[in-house]
């Protein structure tokens, strides 16, 4: 099975902040990465897949990068909605695996 | 608008069976593969099972539920399942129907419903 590790595990941010989630597999997954974005209470949201593809209306801010085995989602300016759990998954190959998430606290 | 809502949840005792309900809306329900994503209460997801659009073919189980749950579509009533037998404590969980973005199972999960909670005890 292709492991998912995420790093870090929480992230203390700001407003308008910057900021970079990773997202290791144990293998060469190519582009087949995808990133969620969940609330408390909530379904999880797509936001990018194919490791870069922004997912329709979710706001330009947010973009993925990688392929192979690292990957990143980057948010550039983080606003209130934003604050959240993100995870990665793998959908290269079954049994498809998730990250265990960040989370993006207010600091 | 895609609208997926989950039902069948509930209580449901160690080694017994409890059927789950994905009704699909706003979209070509057989054009595209379908999934079952758990999570347990403060933790992380979990992919369950998925299966392939068309008649469904291509069925994928997580270890964890491989050989007690079973996942299955009804095209002709838009209609995802996933049969739960013997279910066991590490089981409970909101479980979560998701919609592939295409036929394939290799594919991003691009629309969910809200959920719905298993608990499993006695």
């Known amino acids: 099975d292709i492991q998912m590790t995420q790093s870090p595990s929480t992230l203390s941010a700001s407003v308008g902040d910057r900021v970079t989630i990773t997202c290791r597999a144990s293998q060469s997954i190519s582009g087949w990465l995808a990133w969620y974005q969940q609330k408390p209470g909530k379904a999880p949201d797509l936001l990018i897949y194919?490791?870069?593809t922004l997912q329709s209306g979710v706001p330009s801010r947010f973009s993925g990068s990688g392929s192979g085995t690292d990957f990143a989602l980057t948010i550039s300016s983080l606003q209130p909605d934003d604050f959240a759990t993100y995870y990665c998954q793998q959908y290269n190959s079954s049994p498809w695996t998730f990250g265990q998430g960040t989370k993006v606290e207010i600091k | 608008e895609v609208q997926l809502l989950e039902s069948g949840g509930g209580l449901v005792q160690p080694g017994g069976s409890l059927r789950l309900s994905c009704a699909a809306s706003g979209f070509t329900f057989s054009s595209y593969a379908m999934t079952w994503v758990r999570q347990a209460p403060g933790r992380g997801l979990e992919w369950v099972s998925t299966?392939?659009?068309?008649?469904?073919?291509?069925?994928y189980y997580a270890d964890s539920v491989k050989g007690r749950f079973t996942i299955s579509r009804d095209n002709s009533k838009n209609t995802l399942y996933l049969q739960m037998n013997s279910p066991r404590a590490e089981d409970t969980a909101v479980y979560y129907c998701?919609?592939?973005?295409?036929?394939?199972?290799?594919?991003?999960?691009?629309?969910w419903g809200q959920g719905t909670l298993v608990t499993v005890s006695s």
């Open positions: 299966i392939s659009g068309g008649s469904g073919g291509s069925t």
């Open positions: 194919r490791a870069s």
């Open positions: 998701a919609k592939g973005d295409q036929v394939t199972a290799r594919s991003p999960f691009d629309y």
